[in-house]
């Protein structure tokens, strides 16, 4: 119930928003992402259950525990809130497209931080859509040297941790979803994007083992012995977020004009 009242809160708060917002594409995106909040919490919800079981990694769907219900709404009311401001200041095309990139990057995380497992039928098709939309864009080359940045840096990266660590860090979900957003940030944000993944996983593993968080996803080392560690789905996914952020910080600029009563 708890979930369900934050969610109505949220759309609620959404929409009054919209309606008292003095520009009118300003409402008309809000009102939008208003409705599209509680659907996406739904459609989400579906995904996780089933995606696994098609997957082959369970047998049958499982139940969504109170914690996994909390997160898929904090998720998708992140997602909605960035989706609310690029669709207020940027053009309708360019907004849609950032707004892929954003639930595709979600539904990644969350399938890693629940499953463990990055699925290659999620993050091949969001590499696909980055390397069209910069067709669109005009900018093909530089989406095929921030994918192929992002891959190589990754992997060497994972490879230096691997080998320092004498553990198996590396995951070929972890260097697609890297290749994924490095198409869709592009050859020119891809150093911003590769820091704040860094400096984002590197918190979150402090703060599970401050906390004694289990991950889900195994390292195993010589021996019976495993060790755990924080899945980068969800690094790579909030640092997508603020890469295209920033990377649409002039257009957010003019924000300030459509706070209602400014």
């Excluded at 904090?74 to 940027?90: G, K, P, Q, V, Y």
Aim: charged share 10%.
């Amino acid at each position: 119930m708890g979930d369900k009242l934050l969610a109505a809160a949220a759309m609620v708060v959404m929409i009054i928003w919209s309606i008292l917002a003095r520009d009118s594409r300003v409402s008309t995106a809000g009102i939008c992402v208003a409705i599209w909040f509680p659907v996406s919490i739904l459609f989400y919800r579906t995904l996780l259950r089933w995606l696994p079981v098609i997957g082959g990694i369970r047998g049958r769907p499982t139940a969504a525990i109170p914690q996994w219900k909390r997160e898929i709404t904090a998720a998708c009311l992140l997602t909605a809130s960035l989706a609310i401001a690029f669709l207020a200041c940027m053009p309708p095309l360019a907004a849609s497209a950032d707004i892929i990139a954003l639930n595709f990057a979600c539904l990644a995380a969350l399938l890693d931080r629940r499953e463990g497992w990055l699925p290659n039928y999620v993050l091949i098709p969001m590499l696909l859509t980055g390397l069209l939309v910069s067709l669109m864009r005009d900018n093909p080359n530089g989406a095929i040297l921030g994918a192929t940045v992002a891959w190589v840096a990754t992997s060497l990266a994972l490879v230096f941790i691997s080998i320092s660590l004498r553990a198996n860090f590396l995951s070929g979900g972890d260097l697609t979803m890297a290749a994924a957003c490095g198409a869709w940030v592009g050859v020119e944000n891809i150093s911003t994007f590769l820091l704040v993944t860094a400096f984002l996983h590197w918190l979150f593993c402090i703060a599970m083992r401050h906390f004694r968080i289990q991950a889900t996803r195994p390292v195993y080392l010589h021996g019976p012995d495993s060790a755990w560690v924080q899945p980068m789905g969800p690094s790579f996914a909030l640092s997508l977020a603020l890469t295209l952020l920033a990377q649409n910080m002039p257009h957010l600029a003019g924000w300030k004009y459509f706070i209602p009563g400014y």
